[in-house]
């Protein structure tokens, strides 16, 4: 309910009483990694309606612009160049991921969408290339678990990034204060005396931050390499599977010669015959 909620409100949003259209909600299982993967097919006619009563077969018909009621219902562009359909589309993308993440705020789901692009973001990582559910069923065990494994470490290097960020936020906060600290130290050696103690254990504490922070940079730097070696292999399986399949493409290709030539040679065969054979002649007088 809440995902057919959540399609309505788009289309009011996006459509509305303006043109007619129609749309299905789907929830296929994912092809690799199993799951939902829900979404939204909605189809609409550019046709403005217009408030004219047409039966369907006028409403689609070229509209007249002297008489209105005598033809179809006009139409109306989202952008009359690409580039403005394309800015268009952004909008709405962005649109759409506002309205969904309210929604996931509104039923209390942790997650939460991004139009932006992955440069956009600021995430260094090359966006996966759909497979479709005919090349996934050609993948064996051992290329599907590549995917999996290769889809696994690129979550965690996100969610170990996000940490590292907040620890390096952190130190240097820690830094700041330092460095106000020793500046209000050398205007004032009374208070130098007095916290010398307690800016040891500062110290302490930083050190064991920048450690921490230098731990997960290294465990960083070892879950990229897991995620470029992931994405080898996969790159690996990919053009091994390519390469199969100009094979079979190959065979295939040859097959249909050699029955060719045999056809032909067949025909031949026959035609020869033919010409080789006596004539039957008429009864002598």
């Known amino acids: ?88 589309l952004t909008e709405q993308r962005s649109r759409w991921a506002d309205l969904q993440n309210a929604y996931l705020e509104k039923y209390q789901h942790d997650d939460r969408v991004d139009a932006r692009s992955y440069k956009a973001q600021g995430i260094d990582r090359q966006p996966e290339r759909h497979l479709g559910p005919y090349q996934v069923r050609q993948l064996d065990i051992a290329q599907l678990q590549a995917v999996i494994d290769r889809r696994e470490a690129e979550f965690v290097a996100v969610e ?22 020793d500046e209000a130290q050398r205007t ?56 199969q399949q100009e094979q079979l493409k190959q065979a295939k290709l040859q097959k249909q010669r050699e029955v060719e030539r045999q056809k032909q040679a067949e025909k031949l065969k026959q035609q020869q015959s033919q010409q080789l054979k006596p004539k039957s002649r008429g009864p002598r007088m």
């Not at 170990?160 to 600290?181: F, M, Y």
């Not at 470029?228 to 790159?235: G, R, V």
């Open 160 to 181: 170990q990034k996000e940490k590292l960020q907040g620890a390096i936020d952190v130190t240097s906060s820690l830094h700041s204060v330092l460095r106000e600290r």
């Open 1 to 88: 309910m809440q995902r057919l909620a959540l399609v309505r409100d788009f289309v009011s949003q996006e459509i509305g009483e303006r043109h007619a259209y129609q749309f299905a909600i789907h929830n296929p299982k994912a092809a690799i990694a199993g799951g939902e993967q829900p979404h939204a097919h909605i189809m609409f006619s550019e046709r403005h309606c217009d408030g004219i009563d047409r039966d369907p077969e006028q409403y689609f018909k070229r509209a007249n612009s002297k008489n209105p009621e005598r033809g179809g219902a006009k139409k109306v562009r989202f952008g009359e160049t690409p580039t403005e359909r394309k800015a268009y």
């Open 188 to 243: 004032s050696p009374v208070v130098e005396r007095e916290q010398r103690q307690s800016g040891k254990a500062n110290q302490d504490e930083i050190n064991k931050l920048v450690n921490t922070a230098m731990g997960d940079i290294q465990q960083d730097i070892d879950l990229q390499s897991l995620i470029d070696s992931s994405m080898a292999e996969f790159a690996g399986i990919h053009q091994q599977q390519l390469k």
